[in-house]
T-cell receptor, first 112, second 113 residues
């Protein structure tokens, strides 16, 4: 069965600090990978996705993620966070049967 | 503007009641999903559907069923509500294809008393 592991439950940072959120998945076949973000009081929305090609993908608001197939990882990064990046972040792999699973989420709190 | 609409924002039901949660999307999407979101557990997939009348079990289908009679509507049914089904329920839809974005509804916070 497919599973997703997000290593950090809660991360607290100061503005301008760098952010890296870990995500590992277990799935033997082809998988597409997504990061979604949920800002306080808002819907979940797409941050970025990897389907094929360049393993380093860029998303909205300066976020990027790197797919490392050998490590089954898809870590999210941002070089310099802002207060407005305070949110919950979810890693979500999708298997070939369209099943879209989510990790437990990482709450990021950015202090001004 | 894309839209996934869930019929209720808040719902309070009694233990043992049959509960229907409705979700409608206006984007002609093939895929639809039901999740429950609980603190510390993230989103857990209950059921999904990739076509009308098709349904697939997710990771936690026990105690739930679904219905997809029309493309735009995906219903989640709690046959006999229990207190451990108190949660936030999220519906999502996406186009056919494996690299397409899922769009989420605003959620239904269900409390079973």
């Amino acid at each position: 069965a497919q599973s997703v592991s997000q290593h950090n439950h809660h991360v607290i940072l100061s503005e301008a600090a760098s952010l890296e959120l870990g995500c590992n998945y277990s799935y033997g076949g082809t998988v597409n990978l997504f990061w979604y973000v949920q800002y306080p009081g808002q819907h979940l929305q797409l941050l970025l996705k990897y389907f094929s090609g360049d393993p380093l993908v860029k998303g909205i608001k300066g976020f990027e993620a790197e797919f490392i197939k050998s490590k089954f990882s898809f870590n999210l990064r941002k070089p310099s966070v802002q207060w407005s990046d305070t949110a919950e972040y979810f890693c979500a792999p999708q298997s070939n049967d369209y099943k879209l699973s989510f990790g437990a989420g990482t709450t990021v709190t950015v202090r001004a | 503007d894309v839209k996934v609409t869930q019929s209720s924002r808040y719902l309070v039901k009694r233990t043992g009641e049959k509960v229907f949660l409705e979700c409608v999307q206006d984007m002609d999407h093939e895929n639809m999903f039901w999740y429950r979101q609980d603190p510390g557990l993230g989103l857990r997939l209950i059921y999904f559907s990739y076509d009308v009348k098709m349904k697939e079990k997710g990771d936690i289908p026990e105690g739930y069923s679904v219905s997809r009679e029309k493309k735009e509507r995906f219903s989640l049914i709690l046959e006999s509500a229990s207190t451990n089904q108190t949660s936030m329920y999220l519906c999502a839809s996406s186009k056919q294809g494996l690299d397409t974005e899922a769009f989420f509804g605003q959620g239904t916070r269900l409390t079973v008393v």
